[in-house]
């Protein structure tokens, strides 16, 4: 599922036995314009929610999961009701099993050569599109791992150890080395900057107290 604030459209399939059922897909009229950036990404335009539903009129047809899969799950419990039902996420489990790579939808497909099959007419950035993406990552995930329900939504819980500084100053190294070569920078980070992830945070302290 890949959303943005201001366009949302429904989770829309179920996952059983490692077999895609009721693919399901709901567009529905977002709360604030939708900006060119998203529509530049989504190709969904004003034109195409006008006198859509909103999210909470089409919402409960996708309650009654006891879980529910996002890749960044945690943005996906931001923007969406309450769904009632415990959430794994695929890019914390990726960034768990597979070092040292990217952890977009799109590249772990090509990456992992994930088999996917998508049915005519979807596109990527569309939300049935990428879900069957996802779907096919958690497939690999679990056959990769052998991890069960309880492991994934241990690791999709807690807080991941990232290893490289994504911007700034010191921008593609690694937060250990900067931790031991300019530690001051880093605790600037943590005071100054105030929408600082959660894994960052959590790393740059990892490493400030190694």
Request: aromatic content about 10%; overall charge neutral; hydrophobic content about 40%.
């Amino acid at each position: 599922m890949d959303w943005t604030a201001a366009l949302l459209k429904s989770p829309p399939l179920t996952l059983i036995d490692g077999e895609i059922v009721q693919p399901m897909s709901d567009l529905v009229s977002p709360d604030r314009p939708i900006s060119h950036e998203a529509m530049a990404i989504h190709h969904i335009t004003e034109e195409m929610v006008d006198g859509k539903p909103r999210i909470a009129a089409v919402i409960g047809k996708y309650h009654g999961s006891p879980y529910y899969v996002a890749h960044n799950a945690a943005f996906d419990r931001g923007v969406l009701p309450e769904m009632h039902g415990q959430w794994i996420c695929t890019l914390k489990l990726a960034q768990a099993l597979y070092p040292n790579i990217r952890y977009s939808n799109q590249y772990l497909r090509y990456a992992l050569k994930l088999d996917v099959t998508v049915p005519e007419g979807l596109y990527p950035h569309r939300a049935l599109y990428d879900c069957y993406v996802t779907a096919a990552l958690l497939k690999r995930i679990i056959a990769d791992s052998g991890w069960s329900v309880e492991k994934m939504l241990e690791i999709s819980n807690s807080p991941t150890l990232l290893r490289t500084l994504k911007f700034g100053k010191y921008r593609g190294q690694k937060i250990e080395d900067i931790a031991l070569q300019d530690p001051d920078y880093l605790r600037w980070m943590l005071k100054s900057i105030k929408d600082l992830s959660g894994d960052m945070r959590f790393s740059i302290e990892h490493f400030l107290e190694k």
